[in-house]
């Protein structure tokens, strides 16, 4: 049979009629549009089932509108990206432990202080309600770090912990084992505090209270490049083009250890940035010099000026401990994004001829009001065993950041 044009024009039309009438039909079916975390829709885009939005009901399928972190007190938010990671002063001990290589780090939240005293004792306070006087006897800060055969310390070993005077310095004698004990505490503290603010069951499980919205990240020892990355803090150093104006050999700008602004950050131009040593024999300066940083012992954790993601002291005051262990080959053997050694993996003790490279060896960064200002710098890096203390190694928290609000 054969069509002529009109009879072409009648079929097409019928085509196209059809073709619309099989869409009409298709887009009868439930659309749900983009889910997010803030906005879940109200049932599944898979089976249709309807979501339960109450908090309380363990016996239905729960779906939370509630997406935003609780970080918890005292912590700042730090932005994650692309860095060079590694010593940029020079290498004047010869370790050659922290060569320069390229990372990413991923979001997480840093405490803007060093732990302080008030701090410590607070979590002292609460554990002698749930360990025995001998438990609670290991946790406490060993104030014999403060005495000394030649040297007329020993005073502090009653006061710097204990006195009012000192509540807001940072506390010292604490080891890294300690200073974990007192991280998981602080989750869990913080944690009820969150939970019975939101009026919720106290029988949810972690993985429940994770499902509401509820439960906190861990707080936890940071690890090394997350450390590093937080103190340089090169968010203050770069153009929109992803180009850095420079590099910085401290957690501020210049190339020293005075202010070489007149306006920019608290104080004056030429004062000191961080409390250190400036040479043997010299922790203060003279008595009445404005240029000085006039405290010969630790100080208060929100003296001098943060550095650019609002933390204090990332130089000089206490060195810090930071959860890694410490093998001078880390630098190679970590991964490129978020790296950290968790073990002696891939630089196993037994390739070194001395004992001291066990995994109860740790890392400590930062310098502190007892070091020369070698050590401020962010790529430099020291070691003890976590059971160790001394007067100059505190500790700050850290917490991952979990997921994007929105999202």
Known sequence: MSLNNKSWGLWAT????????????????????????????????????????????????????RAEQIPGPNLKFIQGGR??????????????????????IANFYMDETEITNNDYREFLFDMKKKVSADSLLKLEPSENVWSGAMSFNDLYQSYYFRFPGFNFYPVAGVSWTQASVYAKWRTDFVQELVREERGLDSSFTKNQLIERG?????????????????????????????????????????????????????????????????????????????????????TNVYDMAPNDFGLYHMAGNMNEWVYDI??????????????????????????????????????????????????????????????????????????????????
């Open 14 to 65: 019928a085509i196209l009629l059809a073709s619309a009438s099989v869409l009409s039909s298709c887009n009868k079916t439930p659309g749900y549009g983009r889910r997010t975390a803030n906005n879940p829709g109200k049932r599944s885009a898979t089976t249709g089932a309807e979501f339960s939005f109450d908090e309380q009901d363990s016996t239905n399928f729960f779906v939370s509108k």
């Open 83 to 104: 860095t060079v990671l590694g010593s940029q002063e020079e290498d004047v001990m010869a370790f050659r432990d922290n060569l320069e290589r390229t990372v990413s």
């Open 214 to 298: 509820v439960a906190m990240a861990d707080f936890r020892l940071p690890n090394e490049a997350e450390w590093e990355y937080a103190a340089k803090a090169m968010i203050g150093t770069q153009y929109l083009d992803e180009n850095q104006e420079y590099g910085r050999i401290y957690p501020w700008d210049g190339r020293g250890v005075r202010n070489p602004y007149n306006v920019k950050r608290k104080g004056k131009q030429g004062d000191f940035l961080a409390n250190f040593k400036r040479g043997r024999g010299d922790y203060a300066g003279i008595s009445g010099n404005q240029r000085n940083d006039g405290d010969i012992l630790p």
């Open 326 to 407: 410490y093998r001078p080959l880390t630098f190679q053997d970590a991964d490129d994004l978020n790296p950290m050694r968790k073990d002696g993996i891939y630089d196993e003790e037994e390739n070194y001829e001395t004992s001291m490279f066990t995994d109860e060896i740790r890392v400590y960064k930062g310098g502190s009001w007892k070091d020369v200002a070698y050590w401020l710098a962010p790529g430099t890096r020291r070691f003890m065993h976590q059971d160790s203390a001394t007067n100059n190694i505190g500790f700050r928290c850290a917490m991952i950041s979990i997921g994007e609000k929105g999202k």
